[in-house]
């Protein structure tokens, strides 16, 4: 199992962007499809981007379609979410995970990073 850690959150207001990294430890990173995933408070985690191994194949949930887009650079272990037209709605913690569609692979998961957009 790769070993995750997510970074790049912070306070941003309303419009702006972000841009969030996940690093992966382990030789075996590029043979993974990854997911973002994000939980607000009192709410179910819920999934926001994937990404296929090579990076070819992407998708997104309906809410940030348009507005986020998800990479990865192999040669890194990171996978990247560069998030713009921030929404108070998108304040949540988000999380990597390794991802089978829009469902993540592992239970167990990292500490995420806090993103807070205020209106």
């Known amino acids: 199992q790769v070993q995750l850690a997510e970074s790049g959150g912070g306070l941003v207001q309303a419009g702006g962007s972000l841009r969030l990294s996940c690093a992966g430890s382990g030789r075996t990173f590029s043979n993974y499809n990854m997911g973002w995933f994000r939980q607000a408070p009192g709410k179910e985690r819920e999934f926001v981007a994937f990404?296929?191994?090579?990076?070819?194949?992407?998708y997104y949930a309906d809410s940030v379609k348009g507005r986020f887009t998800i990479s990865r650079d192999n040669a890194k272990n990171t996978v990247y979410l560069q998030m713009n037209s921030l929404k108070p709605e998108d304040s949540a913690i988000y999380y990597c995970n390794a991802a089978s569609g829009r469902a993540a692979i592992y239970d167990a998961w990292g500490k995420g990073t806090q993103v807070a957009v205020s209106s």
């Open positions: 990404v296929s191994e090579s990076g070819v194949v992407t």
